[in-house]
């Protein structure tokens, strides 16, 4: 009971959806046993018979061959083809084949010499002794492809299915009307298919070998179980008649019930399937060592006077086979190369036999029905109903005419195999098949570009990368380069450095070490002078339009020197202008200069700082409300302020009484240098800008009223040379406060007995007093002083020229004064022998140092001065 279940369950078969009925035509053909046809007079052997590339000729025209040679070689899909005949190769070119276009493509030509010698065949007794890629190779060099029209190369096919298979099929269907060529294959070589089909299965290692065949053809069933005997490898299934039943994907759901994925392969699902007619070409190589030179071909239709099955050689000329069976040609004859369904119209008649030709078809007109137009498309549905890849042949057809390539792939046309049954069943006899032949063509084009530019592409980006990685090496040997030679230099230098030092150490000449220190004092020197020479030049080319600022920055930066160098004379340190006198020397004088140049540096770089955003300091800040005037006259005003100022603070110190004018330092008790310079900057300020509100109101000076009739002087000059005046006057102030002496100044009244510092101060404000009164009535007289008038009429100067020459004058001025009044005998007697006198002694002093300043103003020569 078991058994017969499982003898059920194996023989059990499965049906597809769609498919038809047409009319078999079968008879015509397979009733007349094989047989033999005389050879052409040429033949014309194409290179390309098989899915894939052609090979390399290994022949050239002139060369006698032996049937069974190889004319071509290659590997993979590259399938080789061989001599059909013994005889000689004529030319290699062009030449129309097999195809629905027509194309031409590369052929040899060759005329058989009528011998037919076979070439040196090397048969195998048995093949189970050899390792199956050797029979596997064995297949591929003998040009064995699949005869059932696919045209795939067999040994390609097998070595993809080694490793997974567990079924082969042999396809023994033959559905498509007409054709019988595998029927009367299997009628008279029925024991060399079996035989085949063995070795097949051997080089799969396949569990069970299934032989598919249609009802149709009983005595090839027949035949083939006559073979097989009583052997259970091999299982014959008979299936229902049924078109297209001999389709791969059709024939293994009959089968085994499975179905082939989409996209993807039979060996997915462990099945591998080959045709009855591959089969016996897998015998003949195998075994007889015997290479594909011959294949069977039906020659049947209405045209023909004597349909029947013959062996053909590859490359003989269609013309030669339908001449040899009694073809008579009528009116705009048509010839079917393949089955009514799956064939394609010859477009003439000396195109050759290849490897995939197993049908010539040539019908009469009424045999192939009427030829009525194409028309539009009803949407019946019938090709729907018909195709057996369960598709939509009509959505198909609008995209492939539309030429909508994506629709067409989403609608999964690469699963039509073209078996031509929605055509069969059209009512408006549209040629379906044509229009997807068509759009796979243009898919595969497209496809094809696409590659080429991903390949164009990575080959792009490949030699870029190339590049930079030869850039990169490139650099980094360069500076590997770089860095020996710069090594190399060192080590030179080093070693002609030490080689010099050795030589000068064996002569006795210089220490190294005293040589370095010298070296670095020279560079430490050299920093020196530059940071000097930038703080020096920092200052002088700014420039500013506002002459009240130019005023403002004179001071402040006067200031600060000042602050500066009060403060090295209290802390010790000597300055750049008492370095002369020094005796010792500092610790370290390079250290020192460099630290005094910082130290002015940043002095003047405050004072320019402050400057630029108008800040006022202590010094110009009682000054910043007083009205805007005349550059010149401004800055004479400011020169005879700050001589005054420095008078008055000169006797306030000699005399030790506080004025009116400082009475905010009264309280302190002992005078500060830094303090002092404060509180004389504050008295300047004051005196600057009483001058500056009498230059305004036209009020002359006592100072100025006394110097009328002196000539005029150039304003410039002036300026410079008080600048000049007053630096040389501060050097002497410092060097003498370094060395504790007396200032010129009030060294005449150094040795007079200190006086009453309130009578000092009282006489004192009484000077200013009668001064301020002699300018007023100069003023309501309208005389103008002799400092002011001639600088009316002067010509515009540089704001910072006259403050230059203003300040050189003033220094002249006090110097002709101090020695003016040493000279004087009155002076120095009367402060000698009075004690309450000298204030009006200080005050006589100063008014002959401003006469003195005012005529030295008033000179063209300036070293000219009048008493």
Known sequence: MLNLLNIFRKEKLWDFEGGIHPPEMKTQSNGTPLSQLPLPNHFIIPLKQHIGHEGEICVAPGDRVLRGQPLTFGTGRMLPVHAPTSGTIDAIGQHMTAHP?????????????????????????????RERAAIVQRIHDAGVAGLGGAGFPTGTKLRGGLRGVKTLIINAAECEPYITADDRLMQDYAAEVLEGCRILA?????????????????????????????????????????????????LTKILTGMEVPHGGRSTDIGVLMQNVGTAWAVKR????????????????????????????????PISHLLHQVGFTPAPRQMVIMGGPLMGFTLPSLDVPVVKITNCILAPSASEMGNNDEEQSCIRCSACADAC??????????????????????????????????????????????????????????????????????????????????????????????????????????AAARERVMAKRQAAGEVDPAVEEAQRQARHAQARLRQAEAQAETQPVTRQTDDPRKAAVEAAIARAKAKKAAEAQVSAGTPTEETKSVEDAPSADPRKAAVEAAIARAKAKKAAAAQASAGTPTEETKSVDDAPSADPRKAAVEAAIARAKAKKAAAAQASAGTPTEETKSVDDAPSVDPRKAAVEGAIARAKAKKAAAAQASAGTPTEETKSVDDAPSVDPRKAAVEAAIARAKAKKAEAAQAAAGTPTEEVQPVDDAPPADPRKAAVEAAIARAKAKKAEAAQAAAGTPTEEVQPVDDAPPADPRKAAVEAAIARAKAKKAAAAQASEKDVVTLDVANSDARPSEDARKAAVAAAIARAKARKAQPPSTFEE
């Open 202 to 250: 051997w080089v799969l290692q396949a569990e069970r070998v299934l032989i598919g065949i249609e009802d149709n053809k009983p005595e090839a069933i027949a035949a083939l179980k006559q073979a097989l005997g009583g052997e259970r490898d091999l299982h014959i299934r008979v299936i229902p008649t049924k078109y297209p039943s001999g389709g791969a994907k059709q």
């Open 388 to 493: 057996p890849a369960n598709l939509l042949p009509q959505q198909l057809y609008w995209y492939s005419q539309g030429g909508d390539h994506d629709k067409a792939r989403a609608h999964h046309i690469d699963d039509c195999i073209e078996c031509g049954a929605c055509a069969w069943v059209c009512p408006s006899n549209i040629p379906l098949v044509q229009y997807y032949r068509q759009e796979k063509a243009e898919l595969r084009a497209i496809d094809l570009e696409a590659k080429r530019t991903a390949e164009a592409k990575a080959r792009f980006e490949a030699r870029q990368a190339r590049l930079e990685r030869e850039k990169l090496a490139r650099e980094a040997k360069h500076e590997q380069a770089k860095q020996r030679v710069a090594r190399s230099d060192e080590g030179e230098l």
């Open 101 to 129: 276009s027509g194309l031409s493509e590369l052929c040899i030509f060759m005329s058989p010499d009528g011998e037919d010698r076979w070439a040196r065949l090397e048969p195998m007794a048995d093949y189970r002794q």
């Open 285 to 316: 190589a195998v075994i007889d060592g015997e290479p594909l030179t011959e294949r069977v071909v039906t020659l049947t239709g209405e045209a023909i006077a004597q349909p029947r099955n013959v062996w053909s050689r590859i490359g003989t």
